[in-house]
């Protein structure tokens, strides 16, 4: 069963902590993507990875981090730096040589 | 950096009616997707139209393209309750930096669809 996970779906973080969001494929796709969605917004992007021990940052890269060890993983941390962390994030994939992105499900990050 | 505006923000139309969606971009693209996001989900790819391409079908899905005007449209013909959800348009820009060929995309707002049975 192909696909892209994340995990856990819910997330509850104190001020101050570091948290970090997992995302998994298993489609073999050589590019991952993580999104920030805020309410009744559209996706915006966090960092992106091309290649395996590559990645670069997007659009709003401040108060976040991520690694590339692995083809299949591009996991996320959210740190204390993040001062609105409380968003709905989104991991994408994409095959080289196509244009469409498959997403995971989400991963739900409140900040108590 | 916001390239696509969808219109309307939210429509809400009777099952069997047909429902427009318009998003309006700013620079030029290579190609540009819509995508489905039920409420809490992640986003499904619908279809993609390339910049050389003007209309594209895939079921009851209809997607128009004017280079000329930066625009597109999604028609989604005799509707379904089941086709409630935000709809997203996002465009390949060659010029950002990641873009073209990287697959870098910039995302709309969305249009939220509701679809009364």
């Known amino acids: 069963d192909g696909g892209i996970t994340q995990s856990p779906k819910y997330l509850f973080r104190k001020e101050g902590q570091n948290v970090t969001l997992s995302c998994e494929q298993n489609?073999?796709?050589?590019?991952m993507y993580w999104y920030r969605q805020d309410p009744g917004q559209g996706l915006r992007l966090i960092y992106y990875?091309?290649?395996?021990?590559?990645?670069q940052k997007g659009d709003i890269a401040e108060g976040y981090s991520v690694s590339r060890e692995k083809k299949e993983s591009f996991p996320l941390t959210v740190t204390s730096a993040q001062k609105n962390p409380t968003a709905f994030y989104l991991c994408?994939?994409?095959?080289?040589?196509?244009?469409?992105?498959?997403f995971g499900p989400g991963t739900r990050l409140t900040v108590l | 950096s916001q390239q696509g505006e969808e219109d309307p923000q939210a429509l809400s139309i009777q099952e069997g009616e047909n429902a427009t969606m318009n998003c309006s971009y700013k620079?030029?693209?290579?190609?540009l997707q819509w995508y489905r996001q039920n409420s809490g989900r992640g986003l499904v790819h619908l279809i993609l139209i390339r910049s050389n391409e003007r209309e594209k079908h895939s079921g009851r899905l209809r997607v128009t393209l004017d280079t000329s005007k930066k625009s597109s449209s999604l028609l989604i013909t005799a509707s379904r309750a089941a086709d409630t959800a935000s709809y997203f348009c996002a465009t390949a820009n060659p010029q950002i930096i990641g873009g073209g060929s990287q697959g870098n995309l910039i995302f709309g707002k969305g249009t939220k669809l509701s679809v009364k049975p």
């Open positions: 994408a994939s994409r095959q080289g040589g196509s244009n469409e992105q498959f």
């Open positions: 489609l073999n796709h050589d590019a």
């Open positions: 990875s091309q290649i395996v021990n590559d990645f």
């Open positions: 620079t030029s693209i290579n190609n």
